[in-house]
Protein backbone atom coordinates (compact mmCIF):
# COMPACT_ATOMS: atom_id res chain seq x y z
CA UNK A 1 0.00 0.00 0.00
CA UNK A 2 1.22 3.27 -0.61
CA UNK A 3 2.17 6.16 1.55
CA UNK A 4 1.26 9.81 1.42
CA UNK A 5 3.25 12.49 3.10
CA UNK A 6 2.10 16.35 2.66
CA UNK A 7 4.59 19.40 3.64
CA UNK A 8 4.01 22.94 2.79
CA UNK A 9 1.12 24.27 4.72
CA UNK A 10 1.40 27.69 6.97
CA UNK A 11 -0.28 30.88 7.75
CA UNK A 12 -0.18 34.04 4.72
CA UNK A 13 -2.24 37.15 4.41
CA UNK A 14 -5.13 37.26 2.03
CA UNK A 15 -3.79 37.69 -1.75
CA UNK A 16 -0.67 35.49 -0.79
CA UNK A 17 0.73 32.38 -2.01
CA UNK A 18 1.86 28.94 -0.25
CA UNK A 19 3.00 25.61 -2.07
CA UNK A 20 1.80 22.32 -0.92
CA UNK A 21 3.83 19.25 -2.18
CA UNK A 22 3.06 15.18 -1.39
CA UNK A 23 5.23 12.38 -1.94
CA UNK A 24 3.56 9.94 -3.03
CA UNK A 25 5.29 7.17 -3.10
CA UNK A 26 4.24 2.70 -3.24
CA UNK A 27 1.79 3.34 -6.23
CA UNK A 28 2.78 1.80 -9.69
CA UNK A 29 -0.40 2.25 -11.39
CA UNK A 30 -1.20 4.82 -14.06
CA UNK A 31 -4.56 4.91 -13.77
CA UNK A 32 -4.85 7.31 -10.83
CA UNK A 33 -6.88 10.03 -10.01
CA UNK A 34 -4.68 12.06 -7.37
CA UNK A 35 -5.67 15.12 -6.02
CA UNK A 36 -6.25 17.64 -2.81
CA UNK A 37 -8.87 17.81 -0.98
CA UNK A 38 -9.58 20.66 2.15
CA UNK A 39 -11.99 20.18 5.18
CA UNK A 40 -12.87 23.56 7.27
CA UNK A 41 -14.33 22.93 11.05
CA UNK A 42 -17.97 22.47 10.41
CA UNK A 43 -17.97 21.95 6.94
CA UNK A 44 -17.75 18.64 4.90
CA UNK A 45 -14.40 17.49 2.91
CA UNK A 46 -14.37 18.98 -0.73
CA UNK A 47 -12.09 18.01 -3.72
CA UNK A 48 -10.23 21.36 -4.83
CA UNK A 49 -8.06 19.88 -7.28
CA UNK A 50 -7.11 16.38 -9.66
CA UNK A 51 -4.52 15.43 -11.96
CA UNK A 52 -4.74 12.06 -13.59
CA UNK A 53 -1.82 10.06 -13.02
CA UNK A 54 0.89 11.20 -15.33
CA UNK A 55 0.08 14.99 -15.03
CA UNK A 56 -3.23 14.63 -17.22
CA UNK A 57 -6.36 16.64 -17.34
CA UNK A 58 -6.31 18.76 -14.34
CA UNK A 59 -9.67 19.30 -12.45
CA UNK A 60 -10.52 22.35 -9.93
CA UNK A 61 -13.34 23.44 -8.07
CA UNK A 62 -15.58 26.29 -9.01
CA UNK A 63 -14.12 28.39 -5.66
CA UNK A 64 -10.38 28.08 -7.13
CA UNK A 65 -10.22 27.75 -10.40
CA UNK A 66 -7.55 30.88 -12.05
CA UNK A 67 -5.64 30.56 -8.32
CA UNK A 68 -4.95 27.32 -8.21
CA UNK A 69 -2.54 24.88 -9.69
CA UNK A 70 -1.65 21.09 -9.75
CA UNK A 71 0.72 19.44 -11.03
CA UNK A 72 1.93 15.90 -10.31
CA UNK A 73 6.00 14.86 -11.14
CA UNK A 74 6.03 11.58 -12.21
CA UNK A 75 9.55 11.18 -12.06
CA UNK A 76 10.06 12.28 -8.49
CA UNK A 77 6.68 11.25 -7.48
CA UNK A 78 5.73 14.58 -6.18
CA UNK A 79 2.25 16.49 -6.38
CA UNK A 80 1.74 19.81 -5.96
CA UNK A 81 -0.66 21.91 -5.50
CA UNK A 82 0.33 26.16 -6.15
CA UNK A 83 -2.36 28.59 -4.23
CA UNK A 84 -2.34 31.93 -4.99
CA UNK A 85 -4.10 34.91 -4.58
CA UNK A 86 -5.40 33.47 -1.37
CA UNK A 87 -8.53 34.23 0.08
CA UNK A 88 -10.14 33.92 3.88
CA UNK A 89 -12.49 31.26 2.56
CA UNK A 90 -9.55 28.94 1.78
CA UNK A 91 -8.59 28.36 5.14
CA UNK A 92 -8.72 24.94 5.97
CA UNK A 93 -6.53 21.57 6.45
CA UNK A 94 -5.60 20.44 2.96
CA UNK A 95 -5.55 16.44 2.59
CA UNK A 96 -3.67 14.69 -0.60
CA UNK A 97 -4.88 11.94 -2.40
CA UNK A 98 -4.78 9.20 -4.44
CA UNK A 99 -8.02 6.72 -5.72
CA UNK A 100 -8.18 4.03 -6.30
CA UNK A 101 -6.49 2.46 -9.80
CA UNK A 102 -9.34 3.13 -12.23
CA UNK A 103 -12.25 4.71 -9.87
CA UNK A 104 -13.55 7.70 -11.75
CA UNK A 105 -13.11 11.29 -11.08
CA UNK A 106 -16.55 11.78 -10.05
CA UNK A 107 -16.50 9.49 -7.01
CA UNK A 108 -12.84 10.30 -6.15
CA UNK A 109 -14.25 14.04 -5.76
CA UNK A 110 -16.95 12.77 -3.82
CA UNK A 111 -15.17 11.05 -1.05
CA UNK A 112 -12.17 8.69 -2.45
CA UNK A 113 -13.98 6.00 -1.91
CA UNK A 114 -10.94 2.80 -1.56
CA UNK A 115 -8.18 5.35 -1.89
CA UNK A 116 -5.65 6.36 0.12
CA UNK A 117 -5.09 9.88 2.58
CA UNK A 118 -2.68 12.31 3.72
CA UNK A 119 -2.10 13.09 7.21
CA UNK A 120 -3.14 16.78 6.46
CA UNK A 121 -1.32 20.30 6.85
CA UNK A 122 -3.01 23.16 7.71
CA UNK A 123 -3.32 26.14 5.47
CA UNK A 124 -4.54 29.55 7.23
CA UNK A 125 -5.41 32.71 5.76
CA UNK A 126 -5.62 36.23 7.54
CA UNK A 127 -6.76 39.63 6.59
Known amino acids: QGQLVESGGGSVQAGGSLRLSCVVS????????MGWFRQAPGSEREGVAA????????YYADSVKGRFTISHDSAKRILTLQMDNLKLEDSATYYC????????????????????WGQGTQVTVSS
Open 51 to 58: IYTGGIMP
Open 26 to 33: GYDSNRNW
Open 97 to 116: AVGARGLPLARFLQRNEGGQ
